[in-house]
């Protein structure tokens, strides 16, 4: 298994770009995450979703979409990246929630300039 | 509002214990997380506590106070592949993680 894979690993935007990132999982997990992590900050949750075709705001959701056309993606859309979006980007999946533990995929480090 | 405090570093030697503090304050409680991550890397997990009490695994062990709004992790027989940053993580009544900003614990040889 490969677990949770992202891509790109690194990636650097000039203001005003959109780009996606890309996250898939072979678990067959219905949960998946979206967080950002600041230095210093703890991570933030910016969208998740509880299965194909639902989508929610987390914490953090404006200047970012998201879509679940399938269990295993679950795409990241930045629209006019903004200096403020520089971060590194996590994407996480777990097989349900109360008391089940969240599967990070490699992270994306982003750069807005 | 919601919040996690953790200590942002702590120093220990190798083959020590160390003890790193949680206090949480949450929407509702529906179980407190602690996360590995080595530098440059993903988060990985350590531990869940919903009940109160200590739950040991292997050199690792995890401590939970509800009426506190307090854990504590524990690291024993420290090993140098242990220097990582420790986040704490509380879930709320949405079930969704609210994180510590981490612990970096950095071991002395």
């Known amino acids: 298994n490969a677990g949770v894979t992202q891509t790109p690993k690194f990636r650097i935007l000039k203001i005003g770009q959109s780009m996606t990132l890309q996250c898939a999982q072979d678990?067959?997990?219905?949960?998946m995450y979206w967080y950002r992590q600041d230095p210093g900050m703890g991570l933030k949750l910016i969208y998740y979703?509880?299965?194909?075709?639902?989508?929610d705001k987390g914490e953090v959701p404006n200047g970012y979409n998201v879509s679940r056309s399938t269990t295993e993606d679950f795409p990241l859309r930045l629209e006019l990246a903004a200096p403020s979006q520089t971060s590194v980007y996590f994407c996480?999946?777990?097989?349900?929630?109360?008391?089940?533990?969240?599967?990070f995929g490699p992270g994306t480090r982003l750069t807005v300039t | 509002g919601q919040n996690i405090d953790q200590p942002t570093e702590m120093t220990a030697t190798e083959g020590a214990i160390v003890q790193i503090n949680c206090t949480y304050q949450?929407?509702?409680?529906?179980?407190l997380f602690w996360y590995q991550q080595h530098a440059g890397e993903a988060p990985t997990f350590l531990s869940y506590?919903?009940l109160d009490g200590l739950e040991e695994k292997g050199r690792f062990s995890s401590f939970l106070s509800r009426s506190k709004g307090y854990s504590y992790l524990l690291l024993k027989e420290l090993q140098m592949k242990d220097s990582a940053s420790y986040l704490c993580?509380?879930?709320?009544?949405?079930?969704?993680?609210?994180w510590g900003a981490g612990t970096k614990l950095i071991i002395k040889p």
């Open positions: 996480a999946s777990s097989r349900g929630v109360e008391a089940y533990e969240q599967y």
């Open positions: 678990m067959n997990h219905n949960y």
């Open positions: 949450t929407s509702g409680f529906n179980g």
């Open positions: 993580a509380g879930m709320d009544s949405n079930y969704q993680l609210i």
């Open positions: 979703s509880v299965g194909a075709g639902i989508t």
């Open positions: 506590n919903v």
